[in-house]
């Protein structure tokens, strides 16, 4: 494992970042969390995080795989992005949302590839977060002709940007509900609520960065 950051650097960062990819800097990663147990790490009720979130390279080899299952085919690793989006519960605004982001990716140059919903929390929560019943949902995003890895960062951003100004400007009444944590070519972030009670388990099992 290369070292975490630099001596510049170290005072500026809120967490640490590792240059090589592995499923054991995830699973050191809840282990921390769970160490941290002692100093709250949790929100109003015990089964909610406190919004720790864990940022990671684009795990490539397994969103193939998830990709394949749901019908539609990756490129390499770096021609495309992964959007993490939070939606709201309301199904005709929820696709209202989604239909806004694939529009402007296409204006952008861009092309949506397909969307993967990830498995239900609700079961899982209680308290608050439950109640609220967030729709979590990953958005699969190719670059256009002739645009290298730099170009397509630059053009996700600008997606990012255009979506969540439109979708705030309307009047959809679950509005709140759109956020775009993450939408990258190289990063993704899990988790905005994580909580190791409820989620290590989840991170275990789906065996993130694995080949």
């Known amino acids: 494992m290369t070292r975490s950051m ?29 160490n941290l147990t002692h100093r709250g790490a949790c929100g109003c009720d015990p089964q909610t995080g406190d919004g720790a979130g864990i940022l990671i390279q684009i795990p490539h080899a397994f969103f193939q ?11 390499a690793a770096g021609e495309y992005g992964v959007g993490m989006a939070f939606l ?6 929820r696709i209202l949302c989604e239909g806004i982001l694939e529009r402007i990716a296409g204006e952008e140059g861009l092309k949506v590839l397909g969307w ?4 239900s929390m609700e079961t899982r929560l ?31 951003y600008v997606l990012r940007k255009r979506a969540e100004s439109a979708v705030a400007e309307s009047d959809f009444k679950e509005k709140g509900f759109f956020y775009l944590p993450s939408l ?12 190791w009670r409820r989620r290590s388990p989840i991170f275990i099992r789906n065996c993130w960065m694995r080949k």
């Open 184 to 195: 990258s070519s190289r990063t993704i972030i899990l988790q905005k609520a994580f909580c």
């Open 88 to 93: 709201p519960v309301d199904p005709h605004e």
């Open 126 to 156: 209680a308290g608050w977060r439950a109640r609220r019943n967030l729709i979590s949902r990953q958005i699969f995003i190719q670059r256009g002709p002739d645009m290298d890895q730099d170009a397509l960062e630059r053009k996700l």
């Open 6 to 34: 630099s001596t510049m650097l170290r005072h500026r960062l809120c967490g640490g970042y590792f240059r090589r990819k592995s499923h054991d800097i995830v699973l050191k990663g809840v282990q921390i969390l769970i």
């Open 116 to 119: 993967r919903t990830r498995h």
């Open 65 to 75: 795989r998830e990709c394949a299952r749901l019908g539609f085919a990756l490129p």
